[in-house]
């Protein structure tokens, strides 16, 4: 057998060609099907990768959008501004026989942004003759009721209201609208007048959209035809005449962005303001960019807003511009700096004439109209400085007030708080209140002297003029509200009442002790309590005591009803601090403000009935809602038969006691009151009141000195320097059905039906009382021919 080699079988030449040629064919044929695999494997990633990058990018722009629209629709439809609170006077009502002040009512009406004419022909104007006043005043709702705008005619004579005029019609009575007296700026410094689109005058809406974007309501908050046009013009101007943005831009960039110019905050604005487009409409977005537009600088503040700016720049409001003062406050959005008319007038005024040429363009005023308003000046103010600034002792209780009734939230929201401030008596007691400190200094020759003063409304406890300050312009201590100061014999009627509450034991003709006494004190101390004369009368009847000011009857009558009952009068007049029981108490050594003390009096000048001292009245949100409002108490809490014995005493005291110059400072007037005077006449103190105003008065040194002046012959002076310009209401309380006029023997106290040796009349309660025979009769002294011939006796 032949022998099987290991080795394999050699293959034929050619076979081996064909088989190298195969596999170079082979190899050849799959580097571009290799290739090709690449390329798609590589695009599908591209497209893959790209697909969800873009989703990405489209998932972060929807959440981002979802963002913004969240962030637009939170401010837009919420509080969009910290707006300052608008705080106005009382609505106030003239009668025919009313005591007014010409003068006074001019000034207020100037404060108030009134603009003095020779002749009244639209609202916010006022005309004044030596015994006439016609005033136009625009419509306004007060607690509820609407007045139309009305022409009032009011004639005065001797200081008091004749006849008025509703119209051309006689009247009874006119109702002044309420005055803005002060806005109370918040912390981001915005001040600002929010309008509705309603209020704001239709030219001035016409203008605006011609100068700041013309297709406004056309385009969806951005506008490329815009942004090519207004390029356009300024490159055929030669200088930058009108902006690219839309007017929602710009409400975009004031209300939620900065003023860096990045790209990203152009991006931001224009997003947010096609969102603002898709949410809200045209007339919304107008009527917000009208109120948030910056429009210049007052001091601190900006000034935002048409309806602050018109009253900033003119003193006027929105429906009293004219074109020319239209056309300057358009302007001036383009570059409140730049064209600020007190410090640039130039620029203003050519920017002024810009918008008047554009205006006559367009038809939007008349030929005669523009040349008219070409010719005359920029018609600003003559000072920066707003005037309703003032009255820094009144808005600080108006501050200190509004807290406790609502949130900060609801405060800085655009409210309008009513207050019962008035501004002809906040003017009157200012110019009272410098002429008698003056007068004062003179006579007794003080120097430095200070002075606190209240005027309240008794029925309602409405708080209408207050001064803390001789300087009007000082905003530091308010001596009104936080000087608290020994009150003096002012306590006194305090320690009185419970005793003619008590009138089945006490009356004004019950002896009181007036002897030397000695109190001692816990700490072993001896107090001995002297009248002001030094003197002691041994016996006088209760309201001598009183009306005389006498300080032993006073003690003694005082710790004979017990400290807790004088403690329980001072809280149920409304004093509401804890007070220490001891008898240096019934004489005054117990510290208040002025604001304490007119609370303590008034009850009394309100016959009786309790109302808390307040300035706010009520409160309105700026859609016309009532947010709050001043509930009155009316709560009794001295009988009827009580207040009107008190009246009576303290009229006395004006009559004959301490305060007896009044009869000859307001002669025929009948008024109330009561002097209070501290150790070594280092305060002077006076509370009064007429039938409708309850005043409180006090003069003294910052640093305590003495200063030789009492209640009469300081506060008091302060008192009737008031009154004689304000007018008197004279006293007209109706006797109570229990309370008659009754003779009482002196000596006894005892009431008698016959007469007496020593006797006097007095009002008294009548339940229940007895009636005595005289302890001393009348004694007939005539001889036996006299009464023969009927000789009266004396």
Known sequence: MPKKSDKPAAKPAGAAKKSLSSKSSRSSQSKPANNSTKRKSIGRWLLSTGFKIGLFVLCFLVIYVVYLDAKVREKFEGQRWQVPVQVFS?????????????????????????????????????????????????????????????????????????????????????????????????????????????????????????????????????????????????????????????????????????????????????????????????????????????????????????????????????????????????????????????????????????????????????????????????????????????????????????????????????????????????????????????????????????????????????????????????????????????????????????????????????????????????????????????????????????VESLNIPTVNLGMSLGLDNVVQSMAMLGYEKPLTERPSMLLGAVNMSPYQINQLYLPIANQGYYERTHAITHVIAHNGETLWQYRPRHEQRISSQSAYLMNYALQQVTERGTAKSLSWRLKGAEVAGKTGTTNDQRDSWFVGYDQEQLITSWIGHDDNKPMQLTGSSGALVLFANYLKQAGVNNLNWPMPNDVKDVGFELTSGNAVEENCQQMAYYPAVTIGLSYSNCMEKIVDKRSWLEKLFGRDEG
């Open 90 to 546: 009382r609505a106030e009502l003239l009668s025919a026989g009313e005591p007014l002040s010409l003068t006074y009512l001019a000034k207020s009406l100037t404060r108030a942004g009134y603009q003095k004419v020779s002749k009244v022909w639209r609202s916010g104007q006022f005309a004044l003759s030596t015994s006439r006043i016609i005033i136009f005043q625009p419509e306004f709702s007060y607690r509820g009721q609407e007045f139309s705008a009305a022409r009032l005619t009011i004639d005065i004579v001797n200081g008091k209201v004749i006849k008025v005029y509703h119209g051309n019609s006689l009247a009874k009575s006119v109702t002044l609208a309420p005055q803005l007296v002060a806005r109370i700026i918040p912390s981001s410094k915005e001040d600002r007048v929010l309008v509705g689109l309603e209020q704001v005058p239709e030219a001035l809406l016409d203008t605006l959209l011609l100068v700041e974007d013309r297709d406004f309501y056309f385009h969806s908050g951005v506008s490329p035809l815009g942004i090519l046009r207004a390029l356009y013009s300024n490159i055929v101007a030669g200088r930058t005449v009108q902006g690219g943005s839309t007017l929602t831009q710009q409400l975009v960039k004031n209300m939620y962005l900065t003023r860096e110019k990045t790209i990203v905050r152009k991006v931001n604005e224009a997003l947010m303001a096609l969102l603002l487009e898709y949410r809200y409409s045209k007339d919304q977005l107008l009527e917000a960019y009208v109120n948030e537009v910056y429009l210049g600088q007052h001091f601190a503040n900006g000034v935002y807003g048409f309806g602050l700016a018109s009253e900033f720049y003119f003193g006027r409001s929105l429906n009293q511009l004219t074109p020319a003062q239209m056309a300057l406050l358009i302007g001036v959005i383009k570059g409140p700096s730049y064209y600020d008319p007190w410090r640039k007038p130039e620029n203003a005024i050519k920017r002024r004439d810009l918008v008047l040429k554009l205006m006559v363009e367009h038809h939007l005023i008349d030929v005669p109209t523009y040349e008219q308003a070409m010719a005359t000046n920029l018609g600003i103010r003559g000072k920066r400085r707003m005037t309703r600034q003032h009255f820094y002792n009144y808005m600080q209780l108006v501050k200190r007030e509004l807290p406790d009734l609502l949130g900060n939230q609801q405060q800085n929201a655009g409210i309008k708080v009513f207050t019962g401030f008035s501004m002809k008596a906040q003017l009157l007691l200012e110019q009272t209140t410098a002429q008698t400190l003056s007068e004062l200094e003179r006579k007794h020759k003080q120097s430095a002297l200070q002075a606190a003063a209240m005027v309240t409304e008794s029925s309602t406890g409405e708080i209408m003029a207050l001064v803390g300050d001789r300087n009007i312009d000082n905003n530091g201590f308010n001596r009104a509200l936080d000087a608290h100061r020994p009150i003096g014999s002012l306590i006194k009627p305090a320690v009185y009442l419970p005793a003619l509450e008590r009138y089945q034991q006490f009356n004004f003709a019950s002896p009181i002790e007036d002897k030397p006494i000695t109190l001692g004190s816990e700490q072993g101390k001896e107090w001995r309590p002297k009248n002001y004369d030094g003197k002691f009368r041994g016996q006088v009847p209760l309201i001598d005591g009183l």
